[in-house]
């Protein structure tokens, strides 16, 4: 008696394996723009914490250099603190279908509060990918 697969079963288990990679790769290119996309709020989430605590400290807000911020490097963003705002702009040729647009925060001071402006500086492609934002 001779001991092994058949060829149906082997066809079988080649055909459930190409329908499982078939829907998990569209799947993975999806996850890995929103893990691109998710650097920007952490970066930004990050520059309104020093700036705060900045404010709180000297009672005006301060240049990313008197904050204490550095720019990161990074591969999807660019970053430009100006005065009390901090723009994240999409670098190079963007990521999954995400090619350009910005996210901009800007301080004010009086109250401590930070205005988040992605409906009009952001590009509709990217808006999917930007978590809670």
Known sequence: MQKGFTLIELMVVIVIIGILSALAIPKMFGVSAKAKAAEAPGVIANWET?????????GAGGAAAAIGFQNPTSMWFTYVPVALNITATVAGSGFGNCTAGNIKSTYAVAGDTFDHVTGTT?????????PNY
């Open 122 to 130: 952001i590009v509709a492609s990217c808006k999917s990918y930007i």
């Open 50 to 58: 020093l700036q705060s605590a900045y404010a709180q400290e000297t």
